[in-house]
């Protein structure tokens, strides 16, 4: 079977399809977790979600719906902690990402089968999607989705200041469990992309690499779900070019798919940034006293090799730490 | 203006107390300010300044007494737009990265319905708000790209967006410029004139002087002195000088003719 026939496959369609939502939905919400700088409520609630998985698999009603709602109560649980603001909050989300972990291989432990079907949703098994799985994924993305964007400005403004924003008349606290919610009910739709352990990496590694270029929220937030998608579904194709004896599923490939983003924007992030700081006009303020430079063989001029920042009227051109702005036949200190 | 009888306190608490965490804070607090009042909050460090301003906005809950606002009780009122508020901080930023005119923009969110995009006249109240802060040419950086006094106006510029009728501003002009502080007591002073009601916490009023109707000082986390105009200086006696009675402002009077028990020359207008 080659490469085409194997991706046109039905069961990877309905891999790609779910791939995309979920690339879509994860950085969404991510983005505003990140903003809140809570990159790790979607481990957090990860690991809880194990617990719900595990009572699916145990009672063997759909993990998915038990992994929702413990998921949710994870999150709420989480935001109440935070909300209360105790000290030793952190100390206290530790515990309940512990608990949720243990307590779902515990629960698994009871039950001899249900061992190796918790490995689907430890590091995902897209590729056995069922229809009604498939369905499920993408409503529930798409929620996750619209949300993310259509109450873009309210959401924006809670996480960025949440005093302002409860003056500004907004139920912030609605809001603040609306993103618990959303994160809940997006780790549980990525367990079966990129596996309970990874989901928050597809959260937050997108945000990470699109806030290297970008100077706004809503670029950011573009940016992010578009590398996310790029990431999910490049990784899935990645994983199903591996020979067919070898079991690489498509959460890692995933997941490093996204960090190789990270590492090239990086540094191009670090460049752009200093570049653009370097080029930033110097402001205008009345001239100090006049100052020749030292003298000075070299010519300033276009592609002389220096930078030129525009100061008002003239260019200042930089080199060792001076400004030497053109003035007749020589330069000034400026 | 309307006539008094008719238009109610803009903010009225009364018996007013606030306990953080079981320990009182703030006691015995009775504060009405007027429609177009300009009130300077005064007082040393932790004498209760901000816990006032955030137990008049509904940022901390009240333990006694009772607070309306524009004549509405506090529980009932929705009127957000009406309101304006510059929190006490320093620097505006967050875990992602975002531009000027966005967190600009989130001012507007009291006059937006939910899902409605921004139309013409947010827009350009956004642009006014920049402008008076001086930021226009900026609007599109990152805010974690400019200095302290510049997120600082960021902030100012967020609350002005909002066109509001009642202000709260925590000490907006720490670390600002005194140009800059020129800029905003002149914004002041036209929304002022305009009918609108200003609260300012502030330590040095500088160029806002002459704009002050009324100071009030706290201290310990009580109403020490409550009157004309102080100069920074006199803050820290106010409470032993012979001006220690209740300014009672009746209802709506504002008077621009001068104070004569006015402490400081140069605060009429
Ligand atoms: N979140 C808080 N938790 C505990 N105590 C607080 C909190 N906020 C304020 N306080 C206490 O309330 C008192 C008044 O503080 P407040 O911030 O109102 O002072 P302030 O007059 O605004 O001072 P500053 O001039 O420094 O801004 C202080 O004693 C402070 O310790
Ligand atoms: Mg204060
Ligand atoms: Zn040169
Ligand atoms: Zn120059
Ligand atoms: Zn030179
Ligand atoms: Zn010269």
Redesign the interface.
Same mark, same amino acid.
């Given at each position: 079977m080659s490469y085409w026939e194997l991706v046109n496959m039905q069961f990877m369609q309905r891999a790609l399809l779910a791939a995309v939502f979920t690339g879509l939905a994860a950085p969404a919400i991510g983005t505003y977790l990140v903003q809140r700088r809570m990159a790790l409520m979607g481990d957090g609630i990860g690991h809880v979600a194990v617990t719900g998985v595990a009572i699916g698999l145990l009672t063997g009603t759909s993990p998915t719906w038990t992994a929702v709602i413990v998921a949710i109560a994870g999150a709420i649980a989480i935001e109440v902690i935070r909300e209360r603001g105790h000290a030793n909050g952190d100390v206290a989300l530790a515990l309940l990402f512990y608990g949720g972990l243990a307590g779902g291989v515990l629960i698994t432990g009871l039950d001899n089968e249900s061992g190796s079907r918790l490995n689907q949703f430890l590091f995902g098994a897209i590729t056995t999607i069922s229809r009604t799985d498939l369905i499920v994924t993408m409503a529930l993305a798409a929620v996750v989705i619209l949300v993310c964007v259509g109450l873009a400005p309210q959401l924006f403004a809670v996480a960025q200041d949440q005093e302002f924003a409860r003056v500004a008349g907004l139920n912030i606290r609605a809001y603040n469990l609306l993103v618990a919610v959303l994160a809940a009910v997006t780790v549980t739709v990525a367990m079966r992309t990129v596996g309970l352990l990874l989901v928050s990496a597809l959260m937050v590694v997108p945000v990470a690499t699109s806030q290297q270029l970008s100077r706004s929220f809503r670029t950011t937030l573009v940016a992010a779900m578009v590398l996310g998608t790029a990431a999910s579904v490049g990784g899935l194709l990645l994983a199903a070019s591996f020979p067919p004896d070898t079991r690489v599923s498509p959460g890692p490939t995933i997941v490093l798919l996204a960090l190789a983003g990270f590492v090239l924007a990086w540094p191009a992030g670090i460049w752009a940034r200093r570049r653009q700081r370097l080029r930033q006009p110097f402001p205008v303020v009345p001239a100090v006293a006049h100052q020749e430079t030292d003298p000075h063989p070299h010519q300033h001029g276009e592609d002389c090799g220096h930078v030129a920042v525009p100061h008002g009227d003239h260019v200042d051109y930089v080199h060792d730490g001076h400004r030497h702005a053109p003035h007749g036949k020589h330069y000034d200190e400026h | 203006m309307s006539s008094p009888a008719i238009e109610p306190p803009v903010v009225e608490l009364s018996n007013g107390a606030v306990a953080i965490a079981g320990r009182p804070i703030l006691r015995h607090i009775d504060l009405t300010v007027h429609s177009g009042e300009f009130v300077a909050l005064m007082g040393a460090n932790g004498s209760g300044k901000s816990t006032l301003v955030?137990a008049l906005?509904?940022?901390w809950p009240l333990a006694t007494g009772s607070l309306s606002l524009f004549g509405t009780p506090f529980g009932s009122f929705?009127d957000?737009?009406r +309101?304006g !508020?510059v #929190?006490q901080r320093g620097g505006?930023t =967050?875990? +992602? #990265?975002?531009?000027v005119? /966005?967190?600009v923009? =989130?001012?507007r @969110?009291?006059r %937006?319905k @939910?899902?409605r995009p921004l139309g013409r006249a947010d827009r350009a109240a956004i642009a006014d708000a920049l402008d008076v802060v001086g930021l226009s040419h900026r609007s %599109? /950086?990152?805010v974690s =790209?400019l200095s302290g006094g510049q997120q600082q106006r960021v @902030?100012i510029a967020?609350a002005l967006a909002?066109e509001p009728d009642l202000f !709260?501003l925590d000490e907006p002009t720490a670390g600002v410029d005194l140009p800059n502080q020129q800029v905003l007591a002149d914004t002041l002073r036209t929304m002022s004139e305009r009918g609108a009601t200003i609260v300012l916490v502030a330590h040095e009023l500088g160029p806002m002087a002459p704009l002050i109707d009324r100071a009030v000082v706290m201290r310990d986390g009580r109403i020490a002195y409550d009157g004309s105009p102080l100069a920074s200086e006199q803050v820290a006696t106010a409470h032993l000088d012979g001006h220690h009675h209740h300014h009672h402002h009746e209802p709506g009077h504002h008077d621009h003719a001068p104070h004569v028990s006015s402490l400081i020359e140069g605060t009429d207008r």
């Amino acid at each position: 079977m080659s490469y085409w026939e194997l991706v046109n496959m039905q069961f990877m369609q309905r891999a790609l399809l779910a791939a995309v939502f979920t690339g879509l939905a994860a950085p969404a919400i991510g983005t505003y977790l990140v903003q809140r700088r809570m990159a790790l409520m979607g481990d957090g609630i990860g690991h809880v979600a194990v617990t719900g998985v595990a009572i699916g698999l145990l009672t063997g009603t759909s993990p998915t719906w038990t992994a929702v709602i413990v998921a949710i109560a994870g999150a709420i649980a989480i935001e109440v902690i935070r909300e209360r603001g105790h000290a030793n909050g952190d100390v206290a989300l530790a515990l309940l990402f512990y608990g949720g972990l243990a307590g779902g291989v515990l629960i698994t432990g009871l039950d001899n089968e249900s061992g190796s079907r918790l490995n689907q949703f430890l590091f995902g098994a897209i590729t056995t999607i069922s229809r009604t799985d498939l369905i499920v994924t993408m409503a529930l993305a798409a929620v996750v989705i619209l949300v993310c964007v259509g109450l873009a400005p309210q959401l924006f403004a809670v996480a960025q200041d949440q005093e302002f924003a409860r003056v500004a008349g907004l139920n912030i606290r609605a809001y603040n469990l609306l993103v618990a919610v959303l994160a809940a009910v997006t780790v549980t739709v990525a367990m079966r992309t990129v596996g309970l352990l990874l989901v928050s990496a597809l959260m937050v590694v997108p945000v990470a690499t699109s806030q290297q270029l970008s100077r706004s929220f809503r670029t950011t937030l573009v940016a992010a779900m578009v590398l996310g998608t790029a990431a999910s579904v490049g990784g899935l194709l990645l994983a199903a070019s591996f020979p067919p004896d070898t079991r690489v599923s498509p959460g890692p490939t995933i997941v490093l798919l996204a960090l190789a983003g990270f590492v090239l924007a990086w540094p191009a992030g670090i460049w752009a940034r200093r570049r653009q700081r370097l080029r930033q006009p110097f402001p205008v303020v009345p001239a100090v006293a006049h100052q020749e430079t030292d003298p000075h063989p070299h010519q300033h001029g276009e592609d002389c090799g220096h930078v030129a920042v525009p100061h008002g009227d003239h260019v200042d051109y930089v080199h060792d730490g001076h400004r030497h702005a053109p003035h007749g036949k020589h330069y000034d200190e400026h | 203006m309307s006539s008094p009888a008719i238009e109610p306190p803009v903010v009225e608490l009364s018996n007013g107390a606030v306990a953080i965490a079981g320990r009182p804070i703030l006691r015995h607090i009775d504060l009405t300010v007027h429609s177009g009042e300009f009130v300077a909050l005064m007082g040393a460090n932790g004498s209760g300044k901000s816990t006032l301003v955030r137990a008049l906005t509904g940022l901390w809950p009240l333990a006694t007494g009772s607070l309306s606002l524009f004549g509405t009780p506090f529980g009932s009122f929705h009127d957000w737009q009406r +309101v304006g !508020f510059v #929190p006490q901080r320093g620097g505006a930023t =967050s875990g +992602v #990265p975002a531009s000027v005119w /966005e967190i600009v923009a =989130s001012g507007r @969110l009291t006059r %937006r319905k @939910l899902l409605r995009p921004l139309g013409r006249a947010d827009r350009a109240a956004i642009a006014d708000a920049l402008d008076v802060v001086g930021l226009s040419h900026r609007s %599109r /950086e990152s805010v974690s =790209s400019l200095s302290g006094g510049q997120q600082q106006r960021v @902030l100012i510029a967020r609350a002005l967006a909002g066109e509001p009728d009642l202000f !709260f501003l925590d000490e907006p002009t720490a670390g600002v410029d005194l140009p800059n502080q020129q800029v905003l007591a002149d914004t002041l002073r036209t929304m002022s004139e305009r009918g609108a009601t200003i609260v300012l916490v502030a330590h040095e009023l500088g160029p806002m002087a002459p704009l002050i109707d009324r100071a009030v000082v706290m201290r310990d986390g009580r109403i020490a002195y409550d009157g004309s105009p102080l100069a920074s200086e006199q803050v820290a006696t106010a409470h032993l000088d012979g001006h220690h009675h209740h300014h009672h402002h009746e209802p709506g009077h504002h008077d621009h003719a001068p104070h004569v028990s006015s402490l400081i020359e140069g605060t009429d207008r």
